[in-house]
């Protein structure tokens, strides 16, 4: 099962740094989408009630994303391609996410969920997309599902232009979650049920 799944600004690298001030560090990542699938049984009640179980959730996923834009970063770096802090205009044509960079880790119990999880990720401009996953789950369909994920949340997301971090229809990414990831299920979707949703969404995607 999924337990999350996280759609990201990645930031940038270090900025430069004027004479007599202090090193401020790389431009932070920004969570811009999440979505929570499941609460896993036995997971500790959080005192203070629903608004700081949602609090606790956002710290989660934030600690999630961070994790996820330090682990691109240094695969830039190793490849030599460096990062933009600034989100790009997305293109209107369909984006082939082939040779899109992407990883795995785990983080262990508590640091920051109370049970381990395993976290896939991809990489595509200066977004990333990550699913946070139970640790026995099917890594190979963890990937298959992000780089289905992918190209179609960027087709149907827009967003209002460089450097911006607000969404014009996050509605679309709940449809799209809905219908190719249901409750967190990851589910092996043929070709013909995914050029129908595209039909149906009036999205286009790279072949």
Same mark, same amino acid.
């Given at each position: 099962? &999924?337990?999350?799944?996280?759609?990201?600004?990645?930031?940038?690298?270090?900025?430069?740094?004027?004479? *007599?001030?202090?090193?401020?560090?790389?431009?932070?990542?920004? &969570?811009?989408?999440?979505?929570?699938?499941?609460?896993?049984?036995?997971? %500790?009640?959080?005192?203070?009630?629903?608004?700081?179980?949602?609090?606790?959730?956002?710290?989660? /996923?934030?600690? !999630?994303?961070?994790?996820?834009?330090?682990?691109?970063?240094?695969? #830039?770096?190793?490849? *030599?391609?460096?990062?933009? %802090?600034?989100?790009?205009?997305?293109?209107?044509?369909?984006?082939?996410?082939?040779?899109?960079?992407?990883? !795995?880790?785990?983080? %262990?119990? *508590?640091?920051?969920? %109370? #049970?381990? &999880?395993?976290?896939?990720?991809?990489?595509?401009? =200066?977004? =990333?997309?990550?699913? !946070?996953?139970?640790?026995?789950?099917?890594?190979?369909?963890?990937?298959?599902?992000?780089?289905?994920?992918?190209?179609?949340?960027?087709?149907?997301?827009?967003? /209002?232009?460089? *450097?911006?971090?607000?969404? /014009?229809?996050?509605?679309?990414?709940?449809?799209?979650?809905?219908?190719?990831?249901?409750?967190?299920?990851?589910?092996? /979707?043929?070709?013909?049920?995914?050029? =129908?949703?595209?039909?149906?969404?009036?999205?286009?995607?790279?072949?």
């Amino acid at each position: 099962m &999924v337990r999350a799944f996280v759609l990201l600004a990645l930031g940038g690298p270090d900025p430069p740094t004027l004479p *007599g001030s202090a090193h401020s560090g790389p431009a932070p990542c920004r &969570v811009l989408y999440s979505r929570v699938f499941r609460t896993p049984p036995g997971t %500790p009640l959080v005192p203070g009630g629903p608004p700081r179980q949602r609090l606790r959730r956002k710290e989660q /996923l934030l600690a !999630v994303a961070r994790q996820v834009a330090s682990q691109c970063r240094l695969l #830039q770096s190793s490849s *030599g391609r460096p990062s933009s %802090p600034q989100l790009p205009q997305l293109p209107d044509e369909p984006i082939s996410l082939q040779d899109a960079p992407g990883g !795995v880790f785990q983080l %262990p119990p *508590g640091d920051p969920f %109370p #049970q381990r &999880v395993t976290v896939t990720w991809l990489s595509v401009l =200066a977004l =990333a997309f990550a699913l !946070v996953c139970d640790p026995q789950e099917n890594l190979s369909l963890a990937e298959i599902t992000l780089r289905r994920l992918a190209p179609r949340l960027l087709a149907s997301l827009r967003l /209002l232009g460089p *450097g911006a971090d607000v969404l /014009l229809r996050p509605e679309a990414a709940d449809v799209l979650l809905d219908r190719l990831l249901p409750h967190g299920q990851m589910l092996f /979707l043929n070709e013909r049920f995914l050029q =129908a949703t595209d039909r149906e969404m009036g999205i286009k995607t790279s072949r």
